[in-house]
């Protein structure tokens, strides 16, 4: 039965099925493999800010936690304080300055941390205070924007506790269309009154994807069923001829 040319065909076209089947678990497999690999970066080696994101769009995953450096000036009043911010495992409150590139492009910025309001609503007074467009060079690291929080607990609904730039340019003053990165930077330094913002560098935590593995192994599975299925059916078709051929004997006696 299995050596008649239409078994012989379906043979072939059952392992064709079962090649391919086979080709997209290899595949699966080594997306899996990928995901776990460590890809090194180099991101405690200061980059110029424009050569590692670009203003007005996603930022790349390779800028994330990339020390960068960029000229400009901050802008004096467009200081907010960010609050449940933690910082060496303590709880306490950011301030984040506007900062506009010699590119005329805008980036939040975090000055610094501290545990006490008063302490953070003195400095961003002080910051108010200061001269417009103060040329300066900027160090810090880029982080992608945060989502916005609602505050909750009946705390003012002004109140943020995310660095989120789409929540940031409603309350900067005299802000329009103007480009803007979406991302702050977390500043090396800090003004009087506060302190550094602890910014380790980025961990290497891939892992391998077992959803990935799961699914090369499902492949691996169907490319059997192929060629089960083509024995069953040859199976079948012998056990019809034999039983037809037990009928016909039986009727010719």
Known sequence: MMLRPRWILALLLALAVAAAFALLGRWQLERAVASGQVVERSTETVRPLDETVDPDGPPREAATGQMVTVDGSFVPGDDQLISDRLNAGASGFWVVSRFVTTDAANIPVARGWTADRAAADKVIEALAGLPAGQPLTLTGRFVPSEAPVVPADGRDPHTQSTVSTAALINLWTGFTDQSVYAGYLVDSTSPTGLLVIDSPEPGSDASLNWLNIFYALEWA?????????????????WEREEEQAAIDAAEAR
Do not use: K, P, Q, T
């Open 221 to 237: 599975v169907f490319a059997g069923f192929a060629v089960f299925l083509w024995y069953r059916l040859v199976r079948d078709a």
